[in-house]
């Protein structure tokens, strides 16, 4: 069974930084991409970013200059170096794991709240 662990959630004030770590752990092969999906209270789970297996990267234009992602192969991690956060960055942010099979995995999520 596949796990992903999120860490690196928490409240910070508009115009901060924040970073999201992702680890994946069990039996798989072939990742095709791994990324973050966010849902804000009352609204629909979105993409924020994402990375591919071939480097190619993938925002979301909200987060668009502001995000990075970026990934680990041999920790098999994902990161999410947030900067100048804003208050509808929050969310609770969900770790994504996509195989080249088709198989989908997902992290329990990890809450980024923004406020003064």
């Known amino acids: 069974q596949v796990q992903l662990v999120e860490s690196g959630g928490g409240l910070v004030q508009p115009g901060g930084s924040l970073t999201l770590s992702c680890v994946a752990s069990?039996?798989?092969?072939?990742?095709?991409?791994m990324g973050w999906y966010r849902q804000a209270p009352g609204k629909q789970r979105e993409l924020a970013a994402e990375?591919?297996?071939?480097?190619?990267?993938n925002y979301a234009e909200s987060v668009k200059n502001r995000f990075t992602v970026s990934r680990d192969n041999i920790k098999n991690a994902v990161y999410l170096q947030m900067n100048s956060l804003k208050l509808d960055d929050t969310a609770v942010y969900y770790c994504?794991?996509?195989?080249?099979?088709?198989?989908?995995?997902w992290g329990k999520g990890t809450l980024v709240t923004v406020s003064s």
């Open positions: 990375i591919f297996s071939t480097g190619s990267l």
């Open positions: 069990g039996s798989f092969d072939n990742i095709f991409s």
């Open positions: 994504n794991l996509y195989e080249r099979n088709g198989m989908n995995y």
